[in-house]
């Protein structure tokens, strides 16, 4: 897999923007969040005057192996059929873009179904899903290193383009299993706290996925232990080139949260803010942070969604979401809710005066 070169944004600056924040007119610290994030977003565009331009969302689809296994209660089937109903624009995701005037690309790299005759769908089919990782890793090094290099192939597109915040969604049945693995490995937390209802199963249907995935998970730190890899330290590793972390996410990722990873590496690389969705989306920079810990300083978390275990995910990377409005649609919606927050942190930055402008007698 390629390296990234993600760094933590230059401070020499912090001091400046701490200055221009504290003497817009307003009571010191009275802004509450939008003066953190505000702070944020000044650090990683390097800017006291910071902007948002050409907002994208990049939305990647892909099916699971281990849907195979009845871990969920949508057929694969409704992976492909949403994928043309996004095209036809009557998705959440469609309706939030529009609201936020984000650019919208929805990208196939691993749809169990043929979509090209779809001209609104981006064609990067790496394979018609992931194998089982119940019975083999879900993908192999070299379809690994193409997801990869896909999605950072379409962040940088969007960089290239102008623009300067990015977002991510996904569509892909099954996807909480792997999600709810990686938490489990990278956080160090009983797999069982991890898995919740997904899209909507009973208890029996719960019970179940606990003991699939749990027999997925033996049967990954077996194969593990047979090529000399130790994974049963995975929530003290960390690094690119760690045959451990990587062997982790490349057994149980689809396709499209591996695009997903490449897209938010690639993105942090070139100093883009990273919006981040829900459990999917999260267990994506979670798995990214282990890679690349710097990127987290590109995160904004949108929200906290209502998928058992996604509030514990967020404190492993000591993430504080912008909002919690118990959703849990996926597509990105969550983190696109939230960006009319991030709009008013950098209006309040560049828009509000100063004491000294506004001729009133600043009181601390």
Known sequence: ??????????????????????????????????????????????????????????????DHGIEREGVSVSPRDVTWQQMYNFTKGGGGVNMFCRQHHFDLRIIDMGVDHDLTDNKDIINRKIARGTKNFLQEAAMSHEEFKKAIEIGADMAEKCHGEGCT?????????????????WMSLFGNIPLNECIGVGSGLDSPGVQHKKEILGK??????????DMELD?????EAYGQTNENILYAIRYFSGFEMAGTIGAMLRAAELGMMIMVDGFIMSACMLAASRL?????????FGHSGDESGHSRMLQIMRAKPLLQLGL??????GALCSYPIIESAVRMVNEMNNFENAKITKYF
């Open 231 to 235: 994974v049963e330290h995975l929530h």
């Open 1 to 62: 897999m390629r390296t990234f070169d993600i760094r933590k944004p230059n401070e020499n600056i912090k001091e400046a923007i701490l200055q221009k924040i504290d003497n817009l007119n307003k009571p010191k610290g009275s802004l509450g969040r939008l003066e953190t994030l505000a702070m944020q977003i000044c650090l990683i565009q390097q800017s006291l005057t910071p902007q948002l331009i050409h907002p994208c969302h990049l939305l990647f689809g892909g």
């Open 165 to 181: 915040i990015i977002c991510m969604g996904e569509m892909g049945i099954a996807n909480t299993s792997p999600s709810s693995v």
């Open 328 to 333: 849990r649609l996926g597509e990105g919606t």
């Open 216 to 225: 997925a998970v033996e049967h990954f730190k077996a194969t593990a232990q």
């Open 292 to 300: 690349c810990p710097e990127i987290l300083h590109y995160a904004i």
